[in-house]
């Protein structure tokens, strides 16, 4: 049972648009998530957090969204870039440690 | 900064054979954490530790083990590899208190034959 799920396997989308990334979870317990980018041959590296106490963060072209009530958070990416075509991990804990992690979506960012 | 070093970055291994994974960090972190990636999944925790001395199972730790003697390394031991352990195998870091997300190595490409 996927406690974690990233439902979408592949999401393509031109360069200078909007990329949205879906994520769903299922453990009321989590509190803590986080996004990871990750190219080939290369491990995941630490996009983006969100605290279960807000709604919203920013930095830069990226933004996470949580919607704890439908338990769903987003990632926007505006504009999109040809560099940002990666696999995106979704990521979610309790209290911050061992988290479980999504299947992922490759991100394909067309020039 | 040479952050978490794995290796090797490739290896075949035969059923009934075994191997170390070696898993080394130079950030001076309590918390490292082995994980798997099968196709098309997420990354599987396998075993963690909070600190030099201590390790604790994850999600899927049967077919593995593992020790922490100094903060430094963590190395994951393969006993009679099977086919369904071909994966990929990271190892990550972190300090455990910026909750600011894990360091992970770039990973080892395991296949058993």
């Known amino acids: 049972d996927q406690q974690v799920k990233q439902n979408s396997p592949s999401l393509s989308v031109q360069e200078g648009r909007i990329s949205i990334l879906n994520c769903d979870y299922t453990?009321?317990?989590?509190?803590?998530f986080l996004w990871y980018k990750k190219y080939p041959a290369e491990g995941p590296t630490f996009l983006i957090s969100?605290?279960?106490?807000?709604d919203k963060n920013e930095d830069g072209r990226f933004t996470v969204f949580l919607n704890k009530s439908a338990k769903h958070l987003s990632l926007h990416i505006v504009p999109s870039q040809p560099g940002d075509s990666a696999v995106y991990f979704c990521?979610?804990?309790?209290?911050?440690?061992?988290?479980?992690f999504g299947p992922g979506t490759r991100l394909s960012v067309l020039p | 900064n040479a952050g978490v070093t794995q290796t090797p970055k490739f290896r075949i291994l035969k059923i009934g054979q075994s191997m170390t994974l070696q898993c080394a960090q130079d950030?001076?972190?309590?918390?490292m954490y082995w994980y798997r990636q099968d196709p098309g999944m997420g990354l599987k925790l396998i075993y963690y530790?909070?600190?030099?001395?201590?390790?604790d199972k994850g999600e899927v730790p049967n077919g593995y083990n593992v020790s922490r003697s100094t903060t430094e390394d963590f190395p994951l031991r393969l006993e009679l590899a099977a086919p369904s352990q071909t994966s990929v195998y990271f190892c990550?870091?972190?300090?455990?208190?910026?909750?600011?997300?894990?360091?992970f190595g770039s990973g080892t490409r395991l296949t058993v034959v």
């Open positions: 969100i605290s279960s106490i807000k």
């Open positions: 950030m001076n972190h309590n918390y």
């Open positions: 990550a870091s972190s300090s455990g208190r910026d909750r600011g997300g894990y360091t």
């Open positions: 990521a979610a804990s309790s209290r911050g440690q061992n988290f479980v």
């Open positions: 530790s909070v600190g030099a001395g201590i390790t």
């Open positions: 453990n009321s317990m989590f509190d803590y």
